[in-house]
């Protein structure tokens, strides 16, 4: 199943259209599970290229002998050619194949199996600059893949013509995919999107282990949460990719943000580590593995508000969820799990809906009277605003994943008001979104929306609040 990405397909028919005069090497990366290999292969499709697969655990010889073949199946006239190593395979992609493209698919494990590899590239790539041909690498180690091309150092340092940076697919794509898969109800599919997100590779699960519309805890206990369940080990699989044998730390650290220890010091606590011991661990979690995000308030800087949270919905919902009970997990007493995930899903489901509320808001920026150019939360001394819209009008908002009454309406307005004062905002507006509301609940903001104007696509209401 293939949802959306046409803003990328474009992007790489032109890439495709720049390489007919010269050589146009061009960069693809983002997290795991994303889907870049199969907007590849959908780019692919109808056109002469040639694809290969750097297998993290094949050796380099293996790796050239499994490339050559490959070349000899796809082009006839290479079968009497020498092509025993990496020098004379990559001479022979770049001066002399018929391809209009070449792909190395996770890429940046030729820095283990071979590293000469790079400097060979590098080479090709200088005496070879009017060579039409696209030449695409793919990585989902992000820090690696930064590491390879950005590092002045880095022999492929300047060598690059541009790059894309793969994210997860929007809620309306996913929500389309999930519909396609015969999803009918609002809130089964807000569920599925708080767990997985828009990662391609969990939509496609419904289709390949057919698996259906099924309702959240009944596709958690299908996926995760019973004998031989498909994803019972995916996140282990993932980060294990990401970290390799040295992820104890790590995991303690996603441990603890996801489980509500956001600022540096609850981190430091719960994991065990001193700040100054830690401060390297957050490093290479935000900057080099981008597996974590800082977030600090908006119209306040100061690093001492800075909290921090996991990007990845899986992620986050693993390790609230799962690591923590994972002795559960490994005696097989998926009832205990599930349980607790009943018991807790809508407070879970709370901060995601917060999510999702920034993410709808953003994709109607600029439409109608919704004008803004910043957006983020506002915390201060124990007070907070879930979300806050600077720009044409400011705007404060309040996200609820619940039914709202009138009378609930109304408090949650004063609140807003009284926030929006101690946040400094001027001439605030007053916004809510949440997953229903009564009738007239609404007249007490400047904007509302509900979960079903998110997945219709509606632009929020605008109303004349009561005064």
Request: glycine content about 8%; charged content about 30%.
């Amino acid at each position: 199943m293939f949802i959306g990405r046409k803003n990328e397909l474009s992007w790489l028919e032109e890439m495709l259209s720049h390489s007919k005069k010269k050589l146009f090497p061009i960069v693809i990366y983002g997290p795991r599970r994303v889907g870049k290999t199969t907007l590849i292969k959908r780019f692919m499709e109808g056109k002469e290229s040639f694809y290969f697969f750097v297998n993290e655990t094949k050796s380099s010889p293996v790796l050239a002998s499994e490339a050559a073949n490959e070349i000899r199946k796809k082009d006839k006239k290479a079968e009497m050619l020498s092509l025993e190593s990496w020098d004379k395979i990559l001479k022979y992609l770049i001066e002399e194949s018929p391809f209009e493209a070449v792909i190395f698919d996770e890429f940046q494990n030729f820095q283990n199996a071979n590293s000469s590899v790079f400097g060979t590239l590098q080479n090709l790539i200088d005496s070879n600059e009017n060579k039409g041909k696209l030449l695409i690498f793919l990585g989902s180690s992000t820090g690696m893949m930064k590491e390879l091309f950005e590092d002045t150092h880095a022999a492929l340092y300047g060598r690059i013509k541009s790059k894309l940076f793969l994210s997860p697919l929007g809620f309306r794509d996913c929500i389309d995919g999930l519909k396609k898969m015969g999803y009918k109800e609002d809130k089964e599919m807000a569920g599925f999107y708080f767990v997985f997100g828009g990662y391609p590779k969990y939509l496609s699960a419904l289709e390949d282990f057919s698996i259906g519309a099924k309702p959240i805890n009944e596709l958690l206990r299908t996926l995760f949460f019973s004998k031989n369940a498909a994803f019972q080990e995916e996140v282990q699989d993932v980060l294990r990719a990401e970290f390799g044998k040295r992820g104890a730390n790590y995991y303690s650290i996603m441990e603890a943000i996801a489980t509500g220890h956001t600022k540096l010091s609850e981190i430091a606590s719960y994991s065990g580590l001193s700040v100054t011991s830690l401060s390297p661990f957050m490093r290479d979690l935000c900057d080099y593995h981008e597996l974590v995000e800082r977030k600090l308030p908006i119209m306040r800087s100061k690093t001492r508000d800075t909290r921090y949270a996991l990007k990845s919905p899986l992620f986050r919902f693993w390790f609230r969820f799962v690591r923590p009970n994972l002795s559960s997990l490994e005696i097989g007493r998926y009832d205990l799990l599930m349980e607790n995930i009943k018991k807790n899903l809508d407070s879970y489901s709370g901060l995601e809906f917060e999510r999702l509320a920034k993410e709808y808001l953003v994709s109607n920026a600029g439409k109608n009277k919704l004008d803004f150019s910043e957006i983020g939360g506002w915390w201060s001394k124990g007070r907070e605003i879930d979300l806050v819209t600077l720009g044409a009008e400011n705007c404060a908002w309040e996200c609820k994943w619940s039914h709202i009454s009138r009378g609930e309406a109304l408090k949650i307005r004063r609140a807003l008001e009284e926030n929006s004062a101690l946040a400094g905002i001027k001439d605030a507006r007053f916004g809510l979104v949440s997953r229903e509301m009564d009738a007239g609940a609404d007249e007490y903001f400047d904007y509302v929306a509900d979960l079903g104007d998110i997945f219709e696509g509606k632009l929020p209401h605008h109303n004349r609040r009561k005064a």
